[in-house]
């Protein structure tokens, strides 16, 4: 997040456009969490958890194209367009991390 504040707050950027990214991190897991909560627990495939999963890469791509066309389009600056791809990164990994962790069977971190 520190990232993308910066990216709107610096005064050679001077621009809040970055910040709709944040958007793209609150949508982002709430399909594959919504998935998870009404699918079974089999291993077999599940529709309705690859629809999901579809749906929040569609939204993490999205998340790091807006900074991108933003700054070709000329409305944000090169280096603003840097700051929120890098946020990005960091947000998505910490995302993925936090789905790996709390989705392992044999971890103490299940009951929560």
């Known amino acids: ?20 990214v944040v958007l793209f991190y609150v949508f982002s897991p709430i399909p ?4 998870r909560r009404y699918s079974d627990q089999s291993g077999a495939s599940n529709s309705c958890m690859e ?3 579809f749906i929040t890469m569609g939204l993490i791509v999205s998340s ?4 991108i066309v933003l700054a070709r389009v000329g409305t944000i600056e090169l280096g603003a367009c840097y700051l929120t ?5 960091v947000v ?8 790996l ?3 392992q069977d044999d971890s103490d971190y299940n009951m929560w």
């Open 1 to 20: 997040m520190t990232l993308v504040i910066l990216a709107c707050a610096l005064p050679s950027f001077g621009l809040w456009w970055p910040f709709f």
């Open 32 to 35: 594959t969490l919504m998935a």
């Open 51 to 53: 629809t999901a999963i």
């Open 64 to 67: 790091f194209g807006l900074p």
């Open 85 to 89: 791809v890098a946020g990005n990164v």
């Open 92 to 99: 998505f990994a910490t995302l993925l991390g936090f789905f």
């Open 101 to 103: 962790t709390f989705d």
